[in-house]
């Protein structure tokens, strides 16, 4: 039976009006609301918003109606769930087996020694995040990388590195454009 809170949820929408929350329905949707769904729900949610808020696990909770401390339980064990919000950039690096058998290590280390940052944090001035996840489920690509939400397979530090500055160096320079115009 779909409780109350579900009804209202599917048919208005999420009570703040984000959007991004309309994706974390549909995963739930597809997976009937079940309670061993909340894995793939995190995921989701993690996704669409870049961290895992209180308010999302909120959410979640009430949603799946699983106990808020499984909830936090399940969050806290994974390492691919953060709970600080990310940088305006942010590069996740698979450490999976395929993954690590390939080097992504390497592209941890070089990124980690560029930005003076480790793994889960972001720089002072929250232009860039570095995280890292177990499996991103293309280990065929392996080493894989998402940068900014793409996904990026056969990758190597030197590449991985151009990319994310050239990234920052444009986002800096349109600061600096914003900055001048007021
Ligand atoms: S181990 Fe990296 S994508 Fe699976």
């Known amino acids: 039976m779909v409780s109350k809170r579900r009804a209202t949820t599917k048919s208005n929408g999420h009570p703040s009006g984000d959007e991004r929350y ?3 329905d549909r995963t739930m949707k597809t997976f009937k609301y079940e309670k061993d769904a909340l894995l793939e729900v995190l995921n989701t949610a993690q996704e669409s918003f870049g961290y895992l808020s209180e308010e999302l696990l909120i959410y ?3 949603q799946l109606e699983v106990p808020l401390s499984r909830v936090y339980g399940v969050a806290t064990f994974y390492h ?3 709970f600080d919000p990310l940088g305006e ?5 698979c450490t999976g087996t395929a993954c690590h058998v390939k080097g992504s290590d390497r592209i941890v280390q070089a990124l980690s020694e560029e930005f003076d940052l480790l793994a889960g944090e972001t720089t002072a001035d929250g232009l860039f995040s570095l995280t890292t996840a177990r499996c991103l489920g293309s280990c065929g690509l392996a080493p894989v990388i ?3 939400g ?3 397979g056969k ?3 030197e590449g991985v590195m151009r990319q994310v500055k050239e990234t920052i160096f444009l986002s800096k320079e349109s600061r600096e ?3 001048e115009a007021g």
């Open 22 to 24: 309309t994706m974390i």
């Open 60 to 62: 979640v909770s009430q």
């Open 80 to 82: 691919m769930f953060t």
């Open 89 to 93: 950039h942010n590069c996740i690096i």
């Open 146 to 148: 998402v940068m900014d």
């Open 150 to 152: 793409q996904v990026r």
């Open 155 to 157: 990758e190597t530090p």
């Open 177 to 179: 454009v914003e900055a």
